[in-house]
């Protein structure tokens, strides 16, 4: 009987320490942060949807002329098509950039693919692009900072590990759901999260990053106190700016720099490269 007891008792331990064991790998799943796709650079460059000054907006011809102006990011938006498609387009319809008209939520894959973009500075034509040929186009070259404006989660999560970009891919959720949901059906994908104007201190900005864990985050300049930029660091979250304005210059750049930040995004990625190789930032 005592030998019994004895086996009862130790079979009992074992299973209270497995126990332990699993609740210790969920609570660390939870805040592990995943990780950020890998740069060559100090300061952090996103083009705002590709080199859109120099070109269409969200075309392939945007990204591949970022891309040679040695960003590390290239911003793209993703929305999905009335049958399912994966379509690049930032607004909600194809009114203001294609020959086109209607919601992209509206009209087919096959009908906005057929859409053309025109390009009076070169006397070309474009197409709206599809998500894989963005993805493609970014392999082995650029990372990709996802604006997921109306898309499904589990589908364009299938897309880029099918292309094998899961470490190249950044998503910046448009709505807390989304926020949620990739880090429910993708939780290894590093996510950026846009700060509230409300969070001005330390206490508010960790319970904030307590509730979404987020590898980066975006911002204005002048955002976030010296206070708040070192809970950022302490916790290991990247602060990537926003300085596309009207009069984005080497003045805005420089305040950016000032503040001692890891990145920016831009309208104007080589002018925006070549300031920060000037100065030593790249």
């Keep these: 009987m005592a030998v019994i007891i004895v086996k009862l008792l130790l079979m009992r331990f074992f299973l209270l320490a497995c126990f332990a064991s699993l609740a210790g790998m969920a609570t660390f799943a939870q805040t592990v942060h995943p990780s950020l796709p890998a740069v060559k650079h100090k300061t952090v460059v996103i083009a705002h949807r590709g080199d859109h000054v120099n070109f269409p907006e969200n075309t392939l011809e945007a990204y591949n002329s970022a891309i040679k102006a040695g960003v590390d990011y290239i911003e793209t938006d993703l929305r999905t098509t009335a049958d399912s498609g994966q379509v690049i387009m930032h607004h909600a319809s194809v009114d203001r950039m294609t020959n086109g008209k209607g919601n992209v939520a509206d009209l087919t894959y096959d009908k906005i693919t057929s859409l053309t973009i025109p390009d009076d500075a070169h006397h070309k034509k474009y197409h709206v692009p599809s998500f894989k040929e963005v993805l493609l186009a970014c392999r082995g070259k650029v990372n990709v900072y996802l604006d997921f404006k109306e898309a499904d989660v589990n589908m364009t999560w299938r897309m880029i590990k099918a292309l094998h970009m899961e470490q190249q891919v950044v998503v910046y959720p448009n709505t807390i759901a989304q926020f949620k949901e990739w880090r429910k059906l993708a939780p290894e994908m590093p996510l950026v999260a846009n700060v509230p104007d409300t969070i001005k201190d ?3 900005l960790n319970a904030f990053l307590d509730e979404y864990p987020a590898a980066a985050v975006n911002g204005s300049i002048g955002q976030y106190t010296p206070e708040m930029l ?22 805005i750049w420089s305040k950016a720099l000032d503040a001692g930040v890891p990145g ?7 002018a925006c490269t070549h300031y920060l190789a000037q100065q030593h930032a790249r």
């Design 202 to 204: 330390a206490p508010a």
């Design 264 to 270: 920016v995004q831009t309208d104007y990625p080589a």
């Design 230 to 251: 070192a809970v950022f660091k302490n916790r290991g979250v990247a602060v990537w700016l926003d300085v596309e304005a009207n009069d984005e210059g080497p003045a």
